[in-house]
């Protein structure tokens, strides 16, 4: 249990009166849990490898709630940035982040046909042009919604960059070093797991 006990006398920070440190258990919680993540590939390799962490609680409640939430998208975000090209392939990255969103609210729908993405993403399938041959590294497009609790009275478009392979695989680079790329695809990460943390945290949207 990770708990910021009332009778530890307070600590006086500069700004007194600003509550400056009243996210304090917030920031504890997720360190805890981040230092807790082992990447996917880890996970699949050692599917009986016991957990760092089983559980962990934080006080007030509602904090832990958020932290749990924010972690859910900021581990699926981890998970999409540090796969390699292969792991991450784009039907596999999309089948990753369409299981993350199961049971969330959030609706996911996958565009992977050449001829609809050549018509409809043409700056998309430029780039992924040299992955066209090997089907397993053909493009795909996710695009999840995300409509909350309430009256929303505005429209939110997140869009994140996937690449999940450099230049669609035509490897020009010396040395083979674009085996081992990977953070190309971390903006796809970002907003994938913005919209996962969004939907655990439920916030009304009125």
Do not use: N
Not at 72 to 100: F, H, I, K, T, Y
Not at 134 to 156: D, K, S
Request: net charge neutral; proline share 6%.
């Amino acid at each position: 249990t990770l708990e910021v006990d009332e009778a530890i006398p307070a600590t006086h920070h500069p700004t007194e009166g600003s509550a400056a440190y009243r996210m304090a258990p917030l920031v504890a919680h997720l360190g805890v849990l981040q230092r807790a993540y082992v990447p996917l590939q880890a996970r699949e390799a050692l599917p009986q490898q016991t957990p760092l962490l089983s559980t962990v609680t934080c006080k007030p409640d509602e904090q832990s709630d958020i932290a749990m939430a924010i972690e859910a998208g900021r581990a699926l975000a981890r998970d999409v940035g540090s796969g390699d090209p292969e792991r991450m392939a784009p039907l596999r990255l999309a089948e990753l982040v369409q299981s993350a969103c199961a049971g969330t609210g959030i609706s996911v729908e996958l565009l992977s046909d050449v001829a609809v993405l050549a018509r409809d993403y043409p700056l998309l399938m430029a780039v992924a042009r040299a992955s066209l041959a090997v089907e397993r590294h053909r493009p795909c497009v996710v695009r999840l919604e995300w409509r909350g609790r309430g009256q929303a009275t505005r429209t939110l478009l997140v869009a994140g960059k996937g690449v999940t392979y450099d230049t669609g695989g035509a490897d020009i680079k010396v040395g083979g070093s674009m085996a081992g790329m990977r953070r190309d695809k971390c903006g796809a990460a970002a907003a994938a797991g913005f919209i996962v943390a969004c939907a655990h945290a439920d916030p009304d949207m009125t």
